[in-house]
Structures are given as structure tokens and as C-alpha cells.
């Protein structure tokens, strides 16, 4: 699932979801922008997951420490949200 920034990744994956596009001279019918909302409310959980891992600044950045323990930090992080998210649920 990606949004219209990937536009050429069809070439390259072929299961990817994308939304459609509206042109100067093609508008979007009322089914496709239904179409789009949904793609769209499938997406955004993800899109806020990622939002608060890069607030650990560990994936917005060059990681400088030992490669060895980028997956274990990764996953402690990880771990912390979904923490997070199981309390205020």
C-alpha cells in the first residue's frame, strides 16, 4: 500500500495498492474517490506507526553505533509502541 509518490513502483511490484490519479482531462468518479478513501483510512495507521518510531530518531538518521544491535534497538523501539499502544487502547 502505497500513496501517488510510488507511481512507477507498479512496474516493479505488481501487489501493490495505489490509488488513483486524477488528470487535467480525467476526473475522478464518485466510485474512485470511495476507492481512494478507503486506500487511504487502510494506510494511515501505518503512516502514524511510522511517525512514531522516526521520533526515536533512530530511523530518520545515520545510525552511528554497532551494526550488530541496530535490529535489537529497532525492535526494543518497536516493542515500546506497541506498549504504548495496548495502554491507551
Do not use: W
Not at 516493479?12 to 470511495?34: E, F, G, M, Q
Not at 530518531?57 to 495496548?86: E, M, S, T
Amino acid at each position: 500500500m502505497v500513496d501517488l509518490g510510488y507511481l512507477g513502483i507498479e512496474k516493479l511490484h505488481k501487489n501493490c495498492v495505489i490509488p488513483k490519479k486524477k488528470s487535467k482531462n480525467y476526473k475522478l468518479t464518485n466510485s474512485d474517490k470511495a476507492d481512494n478513501k478507503i486506500k487511504a483510512s487502510k494506510r494511515i495507521f501505518v503512516e502514524h506507526i511510522n511517525a512514531k518510531i522516526k521520533t526515536f530518531q533512530i530511523l530518520k538518521q545515520a545510525y552511528r553505533n554497532r551494526r550488530k544491535r541496530y535490529n535489537l534497538r529497532v525492535n526494543l523501539i518497536c516493542g515500546l509502541i506497541n506498549f504504548d499502544r495496548g495502554m491507551t487502547a
